[in-house]
């Protein structure tokens, strides 16, 4: 079994300052991580992956996410922020049976 | 591309009725999945197809069904509707396991 926990539910932060949203899970076997995004009353879109590889991974919209191994942790920042960006974020977690598990989201709020 | 298609978009219930959400997708995607998403909540897999014929339960299976007849539709049913079904439920959809997953635009559902 595997579970995800997104260590922050709210995250206000001003216009251009970083930001960093939390994610760790615990898993048994080795899993594939994802962040998503979700705007206001629309569905879920990938903002970035990591399969292997490279542990620092880039995505869309200026967002990028380190996976750390003996943490299991994979945390995603953006160095300076829009009012656009103000969405929930979802990370999530896929073993290779194809099951997943996403956490329960962290609700980013960007204010001029 | 029309994607991943889910029909309705509101629905109102009673208690006891039963009802079929509807998702097609276009995409030749072998892996289809339903979520549920509770108010302030992550998305919950209450069933996943990974081809044709085959499907698997997931976290919150009970009180549902799906069937898989055809690559492109994955309906799931709701024999006896009761509130605690109260929820936006999101189909989905990806090429494989690793692969991002393509969301509907989702379906409101209130049980009353």
Redesign the interface.
């Known amino acids: 079994a595997q579970s995800v926990t997104q260590l922050d539910s709210q995250v206000p932060v001003f216009e251009e300052a970083p930001v960093e949203l939390r994610c760790n899970y615990s898993s048994s076997v080795s899993v594939y991580l994802f962040w998503y995004v979700q705007y206001p009353n629309q569905g879920l879109q990938l903002l970035l992956k990591y399969l292997s590889g490279s542990t620092l991974v880039k995505g869309i919209n200026g967002f990028e996410a380190e996976f750390n191994k003996s943490q299991t942790s994979f945390h995603l920042r953006k160095p300076s922020v829009h009012i656009s960006d103000t969405a929930e974020y979802f990370c999530a977690v896929y073993t290779n049976a194809g099951k997943s598990t996403f956490g329960d989201g962290t609700t980013l709020t960007v204010k001029p | 591309n029309a994607g991943v298609t889910q029909t309705p978009k509101f629905r109102i219930l009673k208690i006891g009725q039963s009802m079929t959400l509807q998702c097609a997708q276009d995409m030749n995607h072998n892996?289809m999945?339903w979520?549920r998403q509770d108010p302030?909540?992550?998305?919950?897999?209450i069933y996943?197809s990974?081809g044709a014929g085959i499907t698997?339960k997931?976290?919150v299976p009970n009180g549902y069904n799906v069937s898989r007849s055809t690559t492109e539709d994955f309906p799931l049913r709701l024999e006896l509707a009761a509130p605690s079904q109260t929820s936006v439920y999101?189909c989905?959809s990806s090429y494989s396991?690793?692969e991002?997953?393509f969301?509907?635009?989702?379906t409101q559902l209130s049980v009353l």
């Open positions: 892996y999945y979520y302030g909540m992550g998305l919950k897999l996943y990974v698997d997931g976290e999101f989905a396991r690793s991002k997953l969301f509907g635009s989702g």
